[in-house]
């Protein structure tokens, strides 16, 4: 069993910088690969970055590439997602979601959390 939180989301104007992070507990965190998703109102979930367990090797969606970055302190249980250059087409949900699987697909994460709210609006 493994639990995420998510937090950091709010309200950014277009252009902007948020970092969200992502707290773990339960499993060894190491022992994941953790991924980003988002999802808008009224369309389905997406992936946006992923980072590997042990290897620090990263993926990220081609619409998101160059802006956002993600990242994971191991020691503390944490993983992060830099988002620079932010625009209206950012706002969604933010979840932080683990797997023991190297693949990219929300089908392939076995833990979620509940998510965090990020508006990009002027």
């Known amino acids: 069993q493994v639990q995420l939180v998510e937090s950091g989301g709010g309200l950014v104007q277009p252009g902007g910088s948020l970092r969200l992070s992502c707290a773990a507990s339960g499993r060894t965190f190491s022992s994941y690969a953790m991924g980003w998703f988002r999802q808008a109102p009224g369309q389905e979930r997406e992936f946006v970055a992923r980072?590997?367990?042990?290897?620090?090797?990263?993926a990220n969606a081609g619409s998101v590439k160059g802006r956002f970055t993600i990242s994971r302190v191991n020691a503390q249980n944490m993983a992060y997602l830099q988002m620079n250059s932010l625009q209206p087409d950012g706002t969604a949900v933010y979840y932080c979601a683990a797997t023991q699987k190297d693949e990219l697909a929300p089908s392939d994460y076995d833990y979620w959390g509940q998510g965090t709210q990020l508006t990009v609006s002027s």
């Open positions: 980072i590997h367990w042990t290897e620090g090797l990263t």
